[in-house]
């Protein structure tokens, strides 16, 4: 590189991170406010992250980009008053680049924390009879706050801790499979429960009367449905391997969990005072309590109320605006173009026509339920991402007149069906994630390591859906 190339690195970068803190904030004014013209700038500031990143794209990026380019030309030629289209896509597009952000900025908070990291060498340390469960449980609990990141958090501890506890041993390789993989599946289906997880978030804005705490009680009885059956199969398919010597167990970190807990207590205290003072619903409440719960735990981190902690307050501040969420970008380029391509591609099929050819409502209600999670992963072969799925089906099911089942199970059907890909396809981005941080190949990580799993998932769903529904 040369030392031009070089010095302008930091100033690109700079210019990067203000225009991701501009598509935030100007995201936020405009759900604030309503106003369309901010609703605009949000767009164009989306637009200048783009530009911005043009150098830092991969092919997946590019790939999408030129898919949203397509249909952007596609909606102009064929229809009367394109805008009517192109902006709801414009909308959700610039709604999931700003919560991705704002999830980045939480996680690059909670990894600075002590507690947090306290926490994750706990889980990755259990012995082997309750390891799974640990590590399952564990890892859905901590992406409440990481999201993403805790894939990034976790999966270097699991293999360290694998290194140091058992050098060179010829089982090494079951154990990252195992362990690995229980953290994946808890990943995958905290998505059906967590108050801060993508799919329900982006579900939740496109379906009209969805009842988002029901959809949570029903998210945490399959979770730990799920988290029994995968435990199940695990035990089942190494029932022959015995593991040998003798592994320290690491005590329960008694004050950093509650650090942890009234960290999250705190978050959704905000989240439900704002949704109170507003008259607005969870989803607002999350992206507006996002930036007082970054200021606030780096706050406290720094010393607050102790003399001299603003210092350290601007420093991390800083730290993370300037170097952390830059590095956010193509992950969130990645959702935003994903969002724009459901939502734009969905407007583009015949809704109702689809819905009479399939015989929707001729169709049993738990039936009917139990193939959106199958359908929805097996779409995601396509290389098209699993939220680009979510969305396109819950805009889907949105244009039509009437529903063809409660609003609620349609949408918690869509998040399970978010959660199926994630095992199960090689191109969700948590299965990317795993082999860029751990070097696992993502055909190996789905259909060699999980594919079990996730087919028992997927059958389990059915008995799930005729419950709730009474097997009509």
């Known amino acids: 590189m040369s030392p031009e190339a070089a010095a302008a690195q930091p100033r690109r970068r700079l210019a990067l991170a203000i225009m991701l803190v501009a598509v935030i904030l100007l995201e ?52 009367p008053e394109p805008m009517l289209e192109l902006g709801p896509a414009l909308d959700q597009a610039s709604f999931l680049m700003t919560f991705i952000l704002l999830m980045s900025l939480l996680f690059e908070t909670a990894a600075r924390s002590p507690s947090i990291a306290a926490c994750g060498v706990y ?29 990034s958090f976790l ?42 997880a993508l799919a329900p978030l982006a579900v939740a804005e ?13 998210g945490l009885a399959v979770f730990v449905l799920i988290m029994v059956l995968g435990a199940f199969e695990d035990r089942w398919r190494f029932r022959r391997f015995r593991p040998s010597g003798v592994r320290r167990e690491t005590p329960f970190p008694l004050t950093e969990a509650l650090l942890f807990l009234a960290a999250c207590a705190w978050l959704f ?17 999350l992206l507006l309590a996002c930036p007082f719960m970054v200021v606030g735990w780096l706050a406290v981190q720094g010393g607050f109320p102790r003399p001299g902690w603003i210092a350290p307050l601007r420093g991390e501040m800083r730290k993370i605006v300037v170097v952390g969420l830059p590095r956010t970008a193509s992950v969130a380029i990645t959702l935003a173009t994903s969002g724009f391509i459901g939502r734009a591609a969905a407007g583009q099929v015949p809704a109702e026509q689809l ?118």
Request: aromatic share 10%; charged share 10%.
């Open 155 to 196: 999966v270097p501890l699991i293999q360290r801790g694998i290194a140091s506890a058992t050098p060179g041993d010829a089982l090494n390789d079951i154990r990252e499979r195992r362990q690995v993989s229980a953290l994946l599946r808890g990943f995958a289906w905290s998505v059906t429960w967590s108050p801060t």
């Open 123 to 151: 889980l990755t340390s259990q012995p082997p009879g309750r390891r799974y469960y640990a590590l399952n449980a564990g890892t859905g609990i901590l992406a409440v706050m990481f999201n993403l990141g805790v894939v």
């Open 355 to 472: 819905a009479a050819f399939l015989q929707l409502d001729a169709m049993p209600d738990f039936v009917f339920l139990s193939l959106i999670p199958p359908a929805l992963s097996l779409f995601s072969l396509l290389a098209l991402s699993p939220i680009m799925m979510a969305v396109f089906f819950g805009s889907l099911f949105a244009a039509l007149p009437v529903l063809p089942a409660d609003p609620t199970l349609i949408a918690f059907a869509i998040s399970c069906g978010w959660a199926l890909s994630m095992t199960f396809s090689p191109f969700a981005t948590v299965v990317l994630m795993v082999e860029r941080v751990a070097g696992i190949p993502t055909r190996r990580l789905t259909w060699v390591w999980n594919i079990g799993f996730t087919l028992l998932a997927s059958l389990s769903l059915v008995g799930v859906f005729a419950l709730l529904t009474g097997g009509t």
């Open 269 to 285: 205290g905000m989240i439900a005072l704002i949704v109170w003072l507003s008259g607005d619903g969870v989803v607002f409440g």
């Open 28 to 79: 936020l004014a405009a759900r604030l406010t309503g106003q369309h013209q901010v609703q605009t700038l949000a767009w164009l500031a989306m637009a200048g992250v783009v530009v911005l990143n043009l150098r830092g794209l991969g092919m997946r990026e590019i790939y999408l980009l030129t898919l949203c380019s397509a249909l952007a030309v596609l909606i102009l030629i064929r229809m």
């Open 206 to 218: 496109l379906i009209p009367g969805v009842d988002r705490l029901l959809w949570i009680e029903y």
